[in-house]
């Protein structure tokens, strides 16, 4: 079921339950961005993806977590490269 916080009012946050006792939030807002995390406490890794929208929203620019990390990723699509291409 989608969630949506006060705080928070252009981001949706969904959590699922991804196998026994895991969970994986992911949140999106309205531009692009997004959060996801992985972990074993629903409530914590609600709370750490809100700071973590929070974070972005005053931020800017794109950062990602190392992968395995256990911490919240989150990336702007703004901020991603054009498709290049190389002249042959």
Known sequence: MP??????PTWVFQLDE??????RVRARDSLGRSVEAKGVDPHALIEDARKTAKGM???GPSRLS???SGEPKWSDERDRPPHSHTPS
Do not use: W
Request: hydrophobic letters at 35%; a negative charge.
């Open 66 to 68: 190392k992968p395995g």
């Open 18 to 23: 991804v196998s026994a006792g895991g969970y």
């Open 57 to 59: 929203m005053n931020d």
């Open 3 to 8: 969630m949506e916080f006060p705080e928070l």
